[in-house]
């Protein structure tokens, strides 16, 4: 759970209660249009049941391994049990201390009667139920999204309670208090409806009130994290401005910069398929707060490995060419996952995987080697490779010039190239014929110190677009190519400006 900003004392509401009150019935499950649909829809086709319950739970480290979809019904506390539920609910309050609901609902694993306990929580405690929730450790997590599933399934806890209990500036919450836990609570529940309204709330009051608040905003990716993929997708299309609120304050260096929201959100949307024009949106916006979070970089690299050709596609225009927004984006998602330390788990992959690409590209083209002219589909490739290079060079350059990282940028452009060592041997590259009797560290070695010596240059010290160039045997394809190059290097530096 990421720290609290503000230091004022939990007050003890729970005190203030009555210790004699009359036992809670169960409410009747409401019957809203909504709820009739969505229980309705699970019942048929299990609303995608095991994966996304499953996905939840991985990604927030619960233990229950599928969506229930079992029907409840909150039933009537019997004395003995309402008298102990409510002291264990009083407990709580008062100590600020949610393992007393938590052990409760373990001695009582009936989803029914812990419906009941979460009906009682819900309507007697209203907000100060979100904020004691938000202090459970993760081991409760699990019990409590069961609990908070179960109650709502049963119609015990309604949409209204739910978002009843976020807590608003000004009335239990102050900016900067983090809800990260709830959301993780209802995130677990893996339930869609629970999921949207407690994300639509936080949006409502983020918005309304206008200030950075970077842990409301981690709270909210936290919780669309839970989402399954097409109800994901359903979100991003219906709130299209939703997620620029919540990415300009993500990365706050106090309470954004270190979480695993954003890389989390990332690996929901990589989960739409195919991509979708909204989830590429999220991807694309998302890169200027990935900053040197190891987490939502390489979320960002799992994302782009599976949505390659989409994402190069809705950069590019008709010709094949990228444009200056795209190139510069693209420029500075390079610079985060080749370029910056520190590394991050799958960035050796992610490297082969662009050598890998641009190597497939490259032999696509060579199936029209003596082609005279070439086909618009091929030109078309050849300008999509040539400004895929040229958008890794502007990483390099951008992590050189502009974040003054000219070590690592140098290292990791270097390791870059020697992923390519198989192709060096028989490349007839300009300025570097008299070395192709040397080894590969050798090679490597003598570009790294020409990389250092002149990183302002790397036409002259980076054989990399060169590779690629002088192995399109197509003079054609290769004009398109290197023009191509050279225009993505360009709207890469008129993107950033943007």
Known sequence: MSPRIDRRAPSKLGSNLQKDAEPTQARTPTATTSSVKYQTQRNADAFQGAAPRGR??????????????????????????????????????????????????????????????MDRFFQRYGPVAGQLLDKASEEELPVLSAA??????????????????????????????????????????????????????????MTASNSADPARAVAIATALAGLPPDKLQEFLKNNPDA???????????????????????????????????????????????????????????????????????????????????????????????????????????????????????????????????????????????????????????LSVEELNKRNEAVEGMAGLIFKLKDLLPTSSIPGLGQLQNLTIDQIQNWVTEALKKNPDDPQDAIPFHQLFGESISNPALRSVYDSARLTSLENRELGLNN
């Open 56 to 117: 939840a739970q991985v990604a927030f480290g619960n233990t229950v391994a599928a969506l229930n979809t079992n029907a409840v019904t909150a039933q009537a506390l019997t004395p003995e049990q309402e008298a102990s539920a409510e002291q264990a609910q009083v407990d709580a309050t008062n100590r600020q201390d949610p393992s007393y609901l938590t052990n409760w609902l373990k001695a009582h694993p009936d989803p029914a009667q812990q419906a009941a306990f």
């Open 148 to 205: 908070l599933d179960a109650a709502y399934r049963s119609g015990a806890v309604t949409l209204d309670e739910l978002t009843a209990a976020v807590g608003s500036d000004g009335a239990g919450s102050s900016p900067g208090e983090t809800h990260e836990t709830l959301a993780k609570i209802i995130a677990g529940t893996g339930n869609p409806e629970l999921i949207t309204a407690y994300a639509q709330r936080e949006l409502e009051i």
């Open 243 to 397: 997620l620029g609120h919540v990415l300009k304050n993500i990365n706050d260096p106090i309470i954004g910069g270190g979480t695993e929201a954003l890389g989390k959100l990332l690996d929901a949307a990589s989960a739409i398929q195919p991509a979708t024009p909204e989830s590429i949106k999220l991807f694309m916006d998302s890169i200027g707060h990935l900053g040197d979070n190891p987490e939502s970089r390489a979320a960002a690299a799992r994302f782009f490995t599976q949505h390659a050709d989409a994402i190069l596609a809705a950069a590019s225009d008709a010709s094949g060419s990228i444009g200056s927004a795209g190139a510069g984006k693209l420029s500075e998602f390079f610079t985060r996952t080749l370029f910056t330390e520190p590394s991050f788990e799958g960035q050796e992959a992610f490297h082969s995987f662009i050598t890998s690409k641009l190597g497939d590209m490259q032999a696509q083209l060579e199936a029209e080697a003596h082609a005279n002219p070439p086909s618009q589909d091929a030109q078309r490739l050849a300008r999509s490779m040539g400004s895929l290079v040229g958008a890794i060079e502007g990483g390099f350059l």
